[in-house]
């Protein structure tokens, strides 16, 4: 296999939707979490897959999907043929960046790259493995509407925003939660209610996982996550060479307005 990709081909897609969507749904650890989540899919793109496998194929002849009416020889014409084409290239084009920050992940196993076609590292001793040193400092900043801009820096007082030599994009460890109110400590029974804003200790508690390419973008998380607090960590990667990827850099924590 020679990088993140899709067989074109009728029954090649027919076997890796069905994979990816068997591998995105299993649940694993406790609580339990989908793996599609683990490997950075967010819940949007989660529920964007499971249709695509629905439309796809009902695997119930009194509901046929587009795989089913097309490989039936009953119900096959020349518009079934253009459909299936049209979407497998729409699948293909949804699936792209997923691939893409999947392998980049570090938690990533070879049965995943199996399932879902992607390469492994390359490990020839011409390639620079050395870990990338530079910190990656987010600088978010709550734009309103429950957007998020990102501006990454190697240095809180670097004048832009670049990536560091070996590094082509930056991962986002993340959590989003709703302030809560407690009592403020040793206030007693009648003492003052505060609103307590939830913390992140390591990366390993985030529930978003997200990447970009670019050291300058925006994320939305919508108007009913206004006043909800994101928390998180950044690093610099290298998607084709995970081992050099930096170091965790955080915790960062805003309040959405």
Known sequence: MSGPQIDPSVEETNTYIRGAHTLFQTEEGT????????LGLTPDEMIKHADFRAKWSSDNPATPGIYDKHTNPGTSTSVTTEDIAIFIESYRAFMRPILLRIAGYTLITSNDRQILHIAAPVTSHSVDHTQIKEFCYANPVASGGGDVDFTCKIDTSASRAHKPEGADAIALAMRLDPPTLAKAPDGGDDGPVVVVKPTMQSPEEATINDLDTKCNFTRSYGVAKEGWILNG?????????????????????????
């Open 233 to 257: 960590f950044a690093r610099w990667i290298n998607t084709k060479h995970p081992e050099k990827n930096g170091k965790w850099t955080g915790p960062f924590r805003i309040t959405l307005s």
């Open 31 to 38: 609580p339990p979490i989908k793996r599609g989540i683990t």
